[in-house]
């Protein structure tokens, strides 16, 4: 994949470019979840579905080039450990520190470092915005587990910079 640091930069400007729409601030998105908009503006919201849906592109793309061996998994908990393993090693270039299941279909991922809150980690005023850096990588698992053939729901949400946590919920077909 590329540099990190390539990465980190186009991430950064898209999600300027797309706030830059609805250059007010003002409240919004709380420091919630990709997927909770309750508060935020409609053009917040717009802003945070169009991440997501680059991200779930990405995913996808990114699903359709894993070697054909790699795309067999036994279980759900299988797929998992791939995302949080080679997914983000090959995206971030670290693995995710944790994964935790409910054994009934609910998995949390944990990065108590995650790349791109990094550099916002400075601040407490700052956690209010750690939503748009996080809307893309939402639509990124989603993406790769859905060309696994799994279909899921996936939020974010941090509680202290720079750590963040995924949320996968799996939907059965």
């Known amino acids: 994949m590329a540099d990190p640091a390539l990465f980190e ?8 470019e797309l706030w830059a729409q609805d250059p007010d601030p003002g409240p919004g998105v709380s420091a919630g979840s990709c997927h909770q908009h309750a508060g935020a503006r409609p053009a917040q919201v717009q802003s945070l579905l169009v ?8 995913g996808q793309a990114l699903g359709e080039r894993l070697p054909r061996e790699t795309l067999t998994f036994r279980e759900e908990l ?12 090959a995206v971030f270039h670290k693995q995710m520190d944790s994964l935790r299941t409910n054994h009934q279909g609910t998995y949390v991922l944990q990065d108590n470092s995650f790349p791109l809150l ?6 407490l005023q700052y956690l209010e915005e750690a939503p748009k850096f996080l809307a893309f990588t939402c639509g990124l698992l989603r993406g790769t587990l859905s060309t696994l053939g799994v279909k899921s729901l996936v939020t974010a949400s941090v509680a202290a910079l720079p750590a963040c946590k995924f949320q996968v919920v799996i939907q059965k077909l």
């Open 9 to 16: 930069f186009l991430h950064t400007e898209m999600v300027a």
């Open 51 to 58: 991440l997501e849906g680059m991200g779930f592109r990405v």
């Open 78 to 89: 299988d797929i998992l450990k791939f995302l949080c393993k080679d997914l983000w090693v």
């Open 118 to 123: 990094v550099r916002m980690a400075s601040g």
